[in-house]
């Protein structure tokens, strides 16, 4: 019995390096395919010489293509399923950075009983372009609580706006210099960002010291290293109830995943 697996390990492997003539990514789903393959083959015995069996395999492949792409798919399915579980683990282990982080700016209801976190650049199109979607979900939904996340990947630009930005927050004015911001043409830059926060009436002088405090830089190392953790890389990103949605999205899809979040609750 031990020989037989030995033999049926070493076919194994044989199977593997002869995959690679279908691609090296093709490698780890061939183990589906050499199942499939004994099962077509009838009769082969257990001490079937490696390369008799390889080739038997090989015909086989060749014969049904469609196994290839069914272990693609089905391999995709498995990894995709295995992300979305690691990243609701993730979002339960860091929920006190994710949810209560006091150094996060909360708009929308704060004893709301639905929590979306955006994290956002305001030198990002795509954050721009779904600002004003993420206010219709706010205006349509009295329990929705919102929590911002600075998270500036494009540039010093983007980091001095996000600085001023929470800056802001000491000042009660995070809202309203938010959505100035992203409705602001040109590129957030310190003269674009300072004549936001004069036009909404922050008190310009206080911004620049406030936007200087180390503790601003502190918090924004935070949501870079949180949004590490959670595998977003680009703007805009949100998180609804144990869901991640990356890039910009439709209201449908929003509101569609605050309802799952709620009725999940």
Known sequence: MMEAWKITARMVIAVVLAAVVVGAALGWF?????SD???EVSGVPADIHVDEFQRQVRRYLVNNPEVIVEAIQ???SRRTAAEQDEMKSAIRERADELLRDSASPVGGNPQGDVTLVEFSDYNCPYCRRVAPLLAEAEASDPKLRI???EIPILGPDSLYAAKAALAAHRQD???AFHRALMDAK???AEGLVMAVAARIGLDVERLKGDLEDPSIQAAID???ALARTLRI???PSFVIGEEILRGAVDLETMQALIRQARATK
């Open 30 to 34: 061939v183990f589906d395919a050499v």
């Open 37 to 39: 393959a004994r099962e």
């Open 74 to 76: 089905r391999l995709e």
């Open 147 to 149: 929590i911002y996340k």
């Open 173 to 175: 004015r995070y809202v």
């Open 186 to 188: 040109g590129i957030a």
């Open 222 to 224: 935070r949501n870079m």
């Open 233 to 235: 890389t680009g703007t």
